[in-house]
């Protein structure tokens, strides 16, 4: 039989907890073992719960229970998770997270301690929600040299931006109704402001190109600063703005990552993925292109992916899954200075003027705009020639085109 304990009962933990009974069944078959859960941790009472005799509030009694094999932690943060992980794993207990803040930062060391203990660390539940994304790209795309990662890692802000585009809604308004729909947080920084897929991002990299890359490495810009202007010269050119995390391949190892609102043509197919939903595209020099789609969040998609990893590693308590990647550097990640592209300006000037700074450029037009406005897209070019060929402008709004 393989004990499982549960870290944490909000609403991936309480997701993981109702999948394993309902398909308790399907779980063991799979298995070909008896998978059942013997503790909840968590600091509050829940009385009502049909799980009310699991509840235990000292981690100790988990990590002193010989039986329990597999430990998941959906308590989030970097704070008490990674003391709790620690522990686990240096009592010989594999640990499934969904935390993606935990991976990001710690993820190289905790892998490190997992293989040094006999166990196994998982976290696909930590990117895409319920989307099966890192499993592929260490065994399906196992074959490639990965070349490029990018994708709308974000659920809340991709709903935000679908509802500015679809209903005209502003920034605020958005938000607001993100909120009420239970798809924002009460303080939406970590998703709007970019953090969220941030961490996404680094996970994502480090597992495609073999080292860790850490979120204070990668720069973030987040969409507080998208009009329903700049949405509306965007679907006049066919574009669509969506928040985007893009690593790719750089000489002599490194790895260029960042996260950005950028503005995406009609023809590719992340301009289509709309509401709370993901995609995660990956470009590989044998495969091509491909891309993973899915609902990004939500209480069963996320604990569909949690229970997952808890199959795999019930199948072989003791398996090496090489999962894991290299020890990361200062020097690993390189700025996105060198990312050639074309790019999109909203400024106070006039269309001569914009001429003259920016060359050979393409004029956007929409309804209502004032005198003295201009929108444009510029020949590709690298981020430092066109902030330099803009100083001393009125700008507004400057984000990267997706060639």
């Keep these: 039989m393989v004990h499982v304990a549960i870290l944490g009962f909000g609403t991936v933990g309480s997701g993981v907890a109702e999948v394993l009974a309902t398909n308790g069944g399907l779980i063991d078959h799979r298995v070909d073992d008896l998978v059942r859960l013997k503790y909840i941790l968590d600091v509050r009472d829940f009385p009502d719960s049909p799980y009310r005799d699991l509840f235990v509030k000292d981690f100790g009694a988990i990590e002193n229970d010989h039986e329990v094999d597999i430990v998941v932690e959906t308590i989030g943060g970097a704070g008490i998770a990674l003391d709790f992980t620690t522990r686990a794993l ?26 040094a203990n006999g166990c196994s660390y998982l976290f696909e539940a930590s990117v895409g929600g319920g989307i099966p994304i890192l499993r592929p790209l260490t065994s399906c795309l196992a074959a490639n040299e990965l070349e490029q990662v990018s994708g709308i890692l974000n659920g809340t802000t991709n709903y935000i931006l679908t509802r500015m585009i679809r209903a005209g809604l502003t920034f605020d308004q958005a938000l607001a109704e993100a909120q009420a729909n239970g798809y924002a947080e009460k303080d939406p920084t970590a998703d709007v402001d970019g953090h969220d897929a941030c961490r996404k991002i680094c996970i994502l990299a480090a597992l495609a190109f073999g080292r860790h890359v850490y979120p204070d490495q990668v720069p973030a810009q987040g969409i507080r600063g998208v009009t329903l202007e700049d949405v509306a010269y965007a679907d006049s050119a066919g574009y669509k703005i969506k928040l985007l995390g893009r690593a790719l391949r750089q000489p002599q190892g490194r790895v260029c990552a960042f996260v950005a609102p950028h503005l995406v043509p009609g023809a590719n197919p992340l301009a289509g993925v709309e509401d709370v939903f993901n995609a995660i595209a990956v470009t590989g020099n044998a495969i091509g292109d491909v891309m993973f789609y899915g609902r990004g969040a939500g209480k069963l998609p996320t604990a569909s992916a949690v229970v997952a990893d808890v199959i795999d590693i019930a199948k072989d308590l003791k398996k090496d899954r090489h999962n894991g990647w290299e020890e990361g550097a200062p020097d690993l990640v390189v700025s996105a200075d060198g990312i050639v592209s074309p790019w999109y300006i909203r400024a106070q000037m006039s269309a001569e003027q914009a001429r003259r700074r920016c060359g050979d450029i393409q004029l956007l037009a929409r309804g209502g705009a004032p005198a003295g406005e201009a929108a444009f897209l510029t020949a590709p070019m690298a981020e430092p020639e066109v902030r330099e060929r803009l100083e001393g402008a009125d700008v507004g709004s400057l984000y990267r085109v997706l060639a």
């Design 90 to 115: 240096k009592a010989g207990k594999s640990v499934v997270t969904s935390n993606k803040e935990l991976v990001a930062t710690h993820g190289y060391e905790l892998l490190q301690l997992a293989r």
